[in-house]
């Protein structure tokens, strides 16, 4: 540890920072209990504050509490998380919830052990929970704090690395710890609720002033203290990913529609890419439209229009997308899998659960059938008597 600090030295510096400069208005802060605080936390894996706040004041208009989640469908959970990415993430809350319900009376624990135990629950977001909602003392360490402590006591590595990660978190326990042992009385009048308030205070110094890009040491209370700016080595800290090139996959996604203008979604496995999640029909760039439709809709599209391509970039591989319009001559009666797939109006399609890429061409589709009908409307008026 950086022997210019005193552990309960630093906490306070950085309280008192949090209190001049801290963000206290976030939606979840404002009735923090431990379901809201739950969810924002997962909201906020691999997410920015600004891209979570009206996808989790809608959710929480939806399921307000823990038990409203755990009776809903899994269905309806992912509609509302639709478009914010990382799907795993609802379904483990859903599950978690519904594990909630049935084993500890609709109460999140308060144990940490407990904690991790439910799905998609790891120690750094187990520990914001319990310090954010109930008072204790338990550190975090997500990719904010992980920068912070990186920078400020040179801890030179990729933080993913295991060996560096568990260099992070005894620096991160040693912190909080010790300035609970050293000043816990004090810090307690000062700062009530302190180990949550100090967490946040480490988030938010990670997230607005010690960022990635710019980081704003002339306003950052550990200035004086930073190895890494006493170095003058801000940016080499923390070291990132070893860079592997992404590897590319390609797909043909077919929007098959009917003479009514539905179009055809099918609901992907459980586990997986986009898990639960409806998508357009798919296959391999070496099979034919015309054999999946002879296969699964039992007749032929005759007409076929190809879309512009596009790409969609996951965290590990880079997908690239060729979507098909099919437009079939009669309605279908009869569909081969019928429960994993369904015959949808667009405009509903688009308030589903999707992905986004999926979204973005449900949304394409209707602005086209818009044009279309106003083209024919134009036609019609112009048309004489």
Known sequence: MNQAWLPDAFADCVLQWFACHGRKDLPWQLAPTPYRVWVSEIMLQQTQVAVVIPYFERFIGCFPNLGALATATEDEVLQHWSGLGYYARARNLHRSARIVLEQHGGELPEQLEWLIALPGIGRSTAGAILSLAYGQAHAILD???????????????????????????????????????????????????????????????????????????????????????????????????????????????????????????????????????????????????AHWCELHLYQTAPRVEKLPDRQHSFSHFHLDIYPERLLLKSAISQLRDSDRHLWVALKRASTMAVPAPVKAILLELLAMAKASKNQLLDCCSHRPA
């Open 143 to 289: 990719g904010n704090v992980k920068r912070v402590l990186a920078r400020c006591f040179a801890v030179a590595g990729w933080p993913g690395e295991s060996r560096i990660q568990k260099h992070l978190w005894a620096l991160a326990d040693e912190l909080l710890s010790a300035a609970a042992r050293a000043g816990l009385q004090e810090l307690h009048l000062k700062h009530p609720n302190w180990p949550g308030t100090y967490n946040q205070a480490m988030m938010d110094l990670g997230a607005t002033v010690c960022t990635r890009a710019a980081p704003d040491c002339n306003h950052c209370p550990l200035s004086r203290h930073c190895l890494a700016l006493m170095t003058n080595s801000i940016h080499q800290y923390p070291q990132p990913k070893p860079k592997r090139p992404l590897p590319r996959r390609a797909t043909r996604w077919l929007l098959v529609q009917d003479p009514d203008g539905r179009i055809l979604l099918e609901q992907r496995p459980p586990s997986g890419l986009w898990g639960g999640l409806w998508t357009f029909p798919e296959v391999s760039l070496q099979e034919s439209s």
